[in-house]
């Protein structure tokens, strides 16, 4: 499985140099950001394995961004939120009900950090392994074109099989990957290796489309 660095999101450049030490010491990749704009714009452009979000940030709150991490990416990217200002019994609440996986409230012991990140990137790694071995031949080959760009008119062709039937073929992928949108499960795709995307793709498109 292809596997993207742990994000941290902190404000705070010394409590992100904690983290990262941390989280390197036990062998994990990091990627350090400082606000939740630059952590959802590097989200898009490569799924973490997971991210640490500190809830009090410039700008838009963590809440904020865990929101919409998770209404893009799905339940596949696991979220750990974190605060050493709201630490309340209510905080951890609405960050939970907002989607996070974990709250920890800072600072915090290291090998707390650990037990909790490496529990959410195995299970993340272990419902991708299952999600792998329930795609059929046909939804590997669609899900392959779609990583590829290729519209649904355009796989249709290509598999010869009715975009109707793309569709279908989607809503199971959908299904199986526990992810809400057609950009999710791109997304997840790429970061977990579930399929090989074909070579000179995107299609040629026709003339008329």
């Known amino acids: 499985m292809n596997c993207g660095p742990i994000m941290i999101v902190d ?8 983290a ?9 990749a990091s990627q350090e950001l400082e606000s939740g704009e630059d ?10 394995a997971l991210v640490l979000l500190e809830v009090v940030l410039p700008g838009l709150s963590g809440y904020q961004i865990c929101r919409e991490l998770r209404e893009q990416f799905g339940e596949a990217l696991p979220i750990i939120l974190m605060s050493a200002e709201k630490t309340d019994s209510i905080d951890q609440v609405a960050g939970l009900l907002l989607g996070g996986d974990d709250y920890i409230a800072k600072p915090f012991a290291p090998e707390i950090l650990l037990a909790r990140v490496r529990r959410l990137v195995e299970r993340s790694a272990v419902r991708a392994t299952g999600a792998e071995s329930t795609l059929t031949r046909r939804e590997r080959e669609v899900l392959s074109l779609l990583v590829a760009a290729n519209s649904r ?13 793309v569709g279908k073929h989607i809503e199971h992928i959908l299904v199986k990957l526990g992810v809400h949108s057609q950009t999710q499960a ?3 795709a790429a970061r977990d290796g579930l399929v090989d995307v074909p070579v000179g793709r995107p299609l040629e498109r026709s003339p008329s489309g």
């Open 11 to 18: 404000g705070d450049a010394e409590a992100r140099d904690v």
């Open 20 to 28: 990262a030490g941390i989280l390197r010491r036990a062998g994990f």
């Open 39 to 48: 952590a959802f714009e590097a989200a898009t452009r490569e799924l973490p």
């Open 153 to 165: 008119r355009d796989i249709a062709r290509e598999l010869v099989i009715t975009v109707a039937t």
């Open 186 to 188: 791109i997304a997840v």
